[in-house]
T-cell receptor, first 116, second 114 residues
Framework: DQQVKQNSPSLSVQEGRISILNCDYT??????FLWYKKYPAEGPTFLIS?????DKNEDGRFTVFLNKSAKHLSLHIVPSQPGDSAVYFC???????????????FGKGTLLTVNP | NAGVTQTPKFQVLKTGQSMTLQCAQD?????MYWYRQDPGMGLRLIYY???????DKGEVPNGYNVSRLNKREFSLRLESAAPSQTSVYFC?????????????FGSGTQLSVL
């Protein structure tokens, strides 16, 4: 059972426009969420995160929104740039579960293409 | 700064061969991880080591073994490689516990098993 879902395998936007990447989760124990960006032939790199005590976190052009009641988060990139073209992974963890349950669960990723 | 270093970057094996993927981090992180990435499957955790001296199974541990050699190094071993283990393997490390894991990844090892 997939606990973190990214239902859009790909997204194409024009340079300067907004990119919105979506992520849904099913595990109500998840309380910390992260977005990673991955370029071809490189490892994923951390982009932005949000704790379940917040509903929004902003870092420059990147904003993550969390809707706990809907178990949904989204990543907004404004304005989109060609260098943002990459695969974006949503990830979640259950930090308050104790024990060794700190590991991340990743979604399948969304390929974002920003066209000049 | 090197961060997380993985070797080799590419490897081709025949079915039944064994090999060890090496990973080292220079950030003094406590936790280390091995993930595999397959098309359409995202990143799946194979094994992790929450701290030096401990290892635990992740989501897809079958066919693999790991060794946390010291705080810096975490190796992944395939004892008898199978075509189903063709994948891109990523090592990662982190130093945050109980807050939310921010992982730092290596650049990956592309493994093909023929």
């Amino acid at each position: 059972d997939q606990q973190v879902k990214q239902n859009s395998p790909s997204l194409s936007v024009q340079e300067g426009r907004i990119s919105i990447l979506n992520c849904d989760y099913t595990n109500s124990m998840f309380d910390y969420f992260l977005w990673y960006k991955k370029y071809p032939a490189e490892g994923p790199t951390f982009l932005i995160s949000i704790s379940s005590i917040k509903d929004k976190n902003e870092d420059g052009r990147f904003t993550v929104f969390l809707n706990k009641s809907a178990k949904h988060l989204s990543l907004h990139i404004v304005p989109s740039q060609p260098g943002d073209s990459a695969v974006y992974f949503c990830a979640a963890s259950a930090t308050r579960s104790g024990g060794s349950n700190y590991k991340l669960t990743f979604g399948k990723g969304t390929l974002l293409t920003v066209n000049p | 700064n090197a961060g997380v270093t993985q070797t080799p970057k590419f490897q081709v094996l025949k079915t039944g061969q064994s090999m060890t993927l090496q990973c080292a981090q220079d950030m003094n992180h406590n936790s280390m991880y091995w993930y595999r990435q397959d098309p359409g499957m995202g990143l799946r955790l194979i094994y992790y080591s929450a701290s030096e001296g401990t290892t635990d199974k992740g989501e897809v541990p079958n066919g693999y073994n790991v060794s946390r050699l010291n705080k810096r190094e975490f190796s992944l071993r395939l004892e008898s490689a199978a075509p189903s283990q063709t994948s891109v393997y990523f090592c990662a490390s982190s130093n945050q516990e109980g807050v939310g894991e921010k992982l730092f990844f290596g650049s990956g090892t592309q493994l093909s098993v023929l």
